[in-house]
């Protein structure tokens, strides 16, 4: 992959790259900053890239970057709450936005947030996220249809209690 293609792909992928991973993380700092650490990988890895698989790979890789990004800070919060004395409480589920479905779809594991995001927020196919995470199309089915589940349940008790 020559330097033009390497910037083509960047121009191609950062708007749908950054959309995902700002529904995943619900920051935006965060979001910008595993976007570019995926470039950045992207840019060291060229030579061992097939192009015509450059998105997947994209894709993969920032599904494991958000994971690893979400345990090492929930490490970090571990280890600060034992340093904590007294009364003071870490609340280590915090969320940006108030909205009860980016709440609800936040409570979501991460593998069925992952999924949902990219079927019903980026439009991919079946096909698609099972080549980006692995899956088979069958299988990003059930996971599909388990998130929503889980989102209609819970929008359901939220309703009923409201």
Not at 59 to 76: G, Q, S
Not at 87 to 113: R, Y
Request: proline content about 2%.
């Amino acid at each position: 992959m020559k330097k033009s293609d390497y910037t083509n792909v960047v121009h191609a992928h950062q708007v749908s790259l950054y959309r995902f991973a700002l529904n995943f993380m619900g920051s935006s700092e965060d979001a910008k900053d595993i976007v570019q650490d995926i470039f950045v990988k992207l840019w060291v890895n060229v030579d061992r890239i097939d192009h015509d698989k450059v998105k997947s790979w994209l894709f993969t890789c920032t599904h494991h970057a958000m994971l690893n990004f979400i345990k090492r800070r929930a490490r970090i919060d571990y280890m600060q709450s034992i340093h904590l004395q007294g009364n003071a409480q870490v609340d280590s589920f915090e969320f940006e936005s108030n909205e009860i479905i980016e709440q609800t779809v936040g409570m979501l594991p991460p593998l069925q947030k992952s999924i949902l995001l990219m079927r019903d927020l980026e439009g991919y196919s079946y096909e698609e996220i099972g080549d980006m995470l692995n899956l088979n199309p069958s299988q990003v089915k059930v996971y599909l249809f388990r998130a929503r589940g889980k989102v209609k349940n819970q929008l359901k008790i939220v309703h009923y209690f409201a």
